[in-house]
Nanobody
Framework: QVQLVESGGGLVQAGGSLRLACVAS????????MDWYRQPPGKQREVVAT???????AYADSVKGRFTISRDNAKRTVYLQMNSLKPEDTAVYYC???????????WGQGTLVTVSS
């Protein structure tokens, strides 16, 4: 069973930085495309960043140049470095992947990021 556990959320002032981490278990991690999503209060969940098994990355326009996604296959961990945070970045951030065999979605429990103005 694939499991994802996020950490690193918290309260930060605008302009500050946070780094989120997501540890995966139950999967051959290096083959998985990994994503970070977020869900702002009262809004729909949206994709923030993606990293493929080949280390190709993609970002939502709203975070380009401020956020960086990376992975450490030896640690089975994907990171999201968030710099120059804005109040509109406030959200619950979720780690996401799909199982390799059945392409089923797997979500972490989420970690709350609050950016104060």
């Amino acid at each position: 069973q694939v499991q994802l556990v996020e950490s690193g959320g918290g309260l930060v002032q605008a302009g500050g930085s946070l780094r989120l981490a997501c540890v995966a278990s139950g999967t051959f991690f290096s083959l998985n495309t990994m994503d970070w999503y977020r869900q702002p209060p009262g809004k729909q969940r949206e994709v923030v960043a993606t990293v493929t098994s080949n280390d190709d990355t993609a970002y939502a326009d709203s975070v380009k140049g401020r956020f960086t996604i990376s992975r450490d296959n030896a640690k089975r961990t994907v990171y999201l470095q968030m710099n120059s945070l804005k109040p509109e970045d406030t959200a619950v951030y979720y780690c996401h992947t799909r199982t390799i065999r059945d392409y089923l979605e797997v979500w972490g429990q989420g970690t709350l990021v609050t950016v104060s103005s």
